[in-house]
């Protein structure tokens, strides 16, 4: 079946603009991730979903981030007034329930903020 | 100290040799333990998960688990050069099952 799909693939985009990153998770799957991975590290936690609700934000670094997922599914990451150090490959991934939250990841996309 | 320590490599073993990952975490009550496959430029892959103390095996890995020591590894056997790549350990964050705390990688390189 299909896995998880993100949509920009890439995104470049000037300082002090808005992003949306799009994620579209595996059908069925009740929960929805969002990380962050610069070169050299590992991913970062952002938020996760379980429905419509987040059931853990404590990843998004500021009130510049804010992420919705509106019908349970579908999943839009905005990043207001974007800055150079927002730049980095942001990962969604999406389990489902009862799976002992083994998450699976969409190819992401990489942000450029110039 | 870091919460999930991984040492970076690059580890270099010889095709058809055992590898073996390393990982610790300092989070005493993580309860879910994941190692992930990251090819260069893509996005990372499951390949083991575990939850309980000692071996779990799925083909030519076997993933290993010690609460007590607070250390996770995983064994890639009959290691073959396409499984090159960087392997991630990551531990779910205490109170927060879907909040994963990723180690940097250990980077394997598989020499034919």
């Known amino acids: 079946g299909a896995g998880v799909s993100q949509t920009p693939s890439n995104k470049v985009t000037e300082k002090g603009k808005y992003v949306e990153l799009r994620c579209d998770p595996i059908?069925?799957?009740?929960?929805l991730y969002w990380y962050r991975q610069s070169l050299g590290q590992g991913p970062e936690f952002l938020i996760y979903?379980?429905?419509?609700?987040?059931?853990?934000d404590s990843g998004l670094p500021n009130d510049r981030f804010f992420a919705v997922r509106p019908e349970g599914s579908v999943s839009t990451l905005k990043i207001q007034r974007t800055e150079r150090g927002d730049s980095a490959v942001y990962l969604c991934?999406?389990?489902?329930?009862?799976?002992?939250?083994?998450?699976?990841f969409g190819p992401g996309t990489r942000l450029t903020v110039l | 100290q870091k919460e999930v320590e991984q040492n970076s490599g690059p580890l270099s073993v010889p095709e058809g040799a055992i590898a073996s990952l390393n990982c610790t975490y300092s989070?005493?009550?993580?309860?879910?333990f994941f190692w992930y496959r990251q090819y260069s430029g893509k996005s990372p892959e499951l390949i083991m998960s575990?939850?309980?103390?000692g071996d779990k095996e799925d083909g030519r890995f076997t993933a290993q688990l010690n609460k007590a020591s607070q250390y996770v590894s995983l064994l890639i056997r009959d290691s073959q050069p396409s499984d090159s790549a960087t392997y991630l350990c990551?531990?779910?964050?205490?109170?927060?099952?879907?909040?994963?705390?990723f180690g940097k990688g250990t980077k394997l390189s598989v020499k034919p």
């Open positions: 989070d005493r009550v993580s309860q879910s």
């Open positions: 979903f379980q429905g419509t609700g987040a059931a853990d």
């Open positions: 575990i939850y309980s103390n």
């Open positions: 991934a999406s389990s489902s329930t009862g799976s002992y939250n083994e998450q699976f």
């Open positions: 990551a531990v779910n964050r205490e109170g927060s099952q879907g909040n994963l705390i």
């Open positions: 059908s069925g799957h009740t929960a």
